[in-house]
């Protein structure tokens, strides 16, 4: 469970998904977001101590997960094929619960953002195919 190559690719991983969301939500797409909210609080502010601590157990889960999952055969391909797969779960599949029931954002905005997470959760999964090719 605590394999060099899990911590590494724990570290990897965290600072790509904190500081590569960060980029994209809070420099790239703000505009665009701003444009899609339909339900999203005015006053509503992040609170960084738990996005940091939620980021780091994604990076940990997209670490340990992946290790077993490619089963030895680690590289950028498997690792980005792994990490789509959560992309597609949390950007799709609980995104489109969210406008079911709270319609934080339209439509459009929904699907940008499942689309950023396949990207996003895609890189960190290749960063750990690297990490787990160079580590075992």
């Not at 690719?9 to 500081?19: A, K, Q, Y």
């Not at 701003?34 to 601590?53: F, G, K, R």
């Not at 709270?102 to 996003?120: F, K, P």
């Amino acid at each position: 469970m605590l394999s060099r190559a899990t911590l590494f690719g724990t570290l990897i991983g965290f600072i790509f998904l904190f500081f590569g969301g960060w980029i994209f939500y809070d420099s790239l797409a703000t505009d665009f977001f701003s444009q899609h909210y339909v339900n999203m609080p005015a006053m509503m502010e992040a609170d960084m101590n738990y996005i940091t601590l939620g980021v780091l157990i994604e990076a940990y889960l997209l670490s340990l997960i992946y290790g077993k999952w490619a089963q030895g055969n680690y590289n950028l391909q498997s690792g980005f094929k792994f990490g789509a797969l959560p992309g597609i779960f949390v950007g799709l599949g609980i995104n489109m619960v969210m406008l079911g029931t709270m319609e934080l954002l339209d439509i459009q905005g929904t699907l940008v953002d499942a689309a950023w997470n396949v990207v996003y959760f895609g890189i960190a999964g290749t960063l750990n195919g690297w990490v787990f090719e160079k580590l075992t």
